[in-house]
């Protein structure tokens, strides 16, 4: 073989080398994009289950967002790190966009949400297919100096699945509230249908009940202002639901009770669309 015909071998295969190398970093660069979860770390009950992505291509703002998706049922989230103060408040907020989200019983307290890792401390779970919209969990960091802030697609109540994105995220300190007026809204479920021990149990709230409620809440009210004398106003919003009361929790010790996740479909979109300080609800029970 001749020098020229050696030099000019020599050159394509530098070229091809050039070339196989720019591609595999490409493709490195990708990979890497994809699975960079920062200081985030993944976290699933069932291990190797759900797969956690950066997706460039769902987004709600300019960057990447971070996917999580559950062909099968589990708990899966990444969560970070993060050092607060002692007795402060928190409040964390994200957009978030969901597709196909299930969960085995069609508990409330499981699907797309924000919890604090290793508590019952979460915000509303949201299910089925939704466009982005934001929410948001307040809690008290009390005697934590540190705690693990997660979005997750599951809950500590049991497993969904299905895929969620999660995106623009956000920790705020809270400062004091001075305001002296509080803002209260008590549901009433009118109807309570539930299943006990295969037994269906049909109750309703009679309109003297109603008048009975509306008084009580009027005098709560008119107490508020009377005993702090006049340094607290208490404005009670009353919501009469028409839809059942059909899921109650149990406890060994107690019994049955209404439990968060027992009412929150129904009461999670006027709670979300006004800034309330407590929430009553009132069912019958017997």
Known sequence: MT???KGILGRIVYI?????????????????????????IRSESNLYTSQF??????KYSDKKSYSIESTEYNDAMFYERVHVERNQPYKVTCMVKTENVEVKDGSSGIGAQISIEGSTERSVAIQGTNDW???ELIFNSKDRDVVNIGFRLGGNLGE????????????EEGVPENDSDWNFACFIFKTTSVNI?????NLKVT??????????????????????????????????????????????????????ED????????????????????????
């Open 160 to 171: 969904a699945k299905g895929k969620a994105w999660f995106s623009d995220f956000k920790l």
């Open 16 to 40: 091809i080398t050039v070339i196989l190398l720019c591609g595999l970093l490409y493709y490195a660069y990708q990979y890497y994009q994809s699975n960079n979860f920062n200081d985030f």
């Open 197 to 201: 021990n295969n037994s269906e149990i």
């Open 207 to 260: 309109d003297t009940d109603i008048k009975d409620i509306e008084n009580t809440i009027s005098r709560f009210e008119n107490s508020c202002y009377a005993l702090s004398e006049g340094k607290m106003t208490a404005n009670c919003d009353i919501y009469e639901l028409d839809t059942p009361l059909s899921k109650l929790s149990y406890d060994k010790e107690f019994g049955y009770y209404v439990a968060p």
């Open 53 to 58: 992505k950066r997706d460039n291509e769902v």
């Open 263 to 286: 009412v929150e479909n129904q009461i999670k979109d006027v709670i979300s669309s006004k800034n309330y300080d407590h929430i009553f609800v009132v069912v019958r029970l017997r």
């Open 133 to 135: 919209q934001k929410i």
């Open 3 to 5: 020098e020229k015909k």
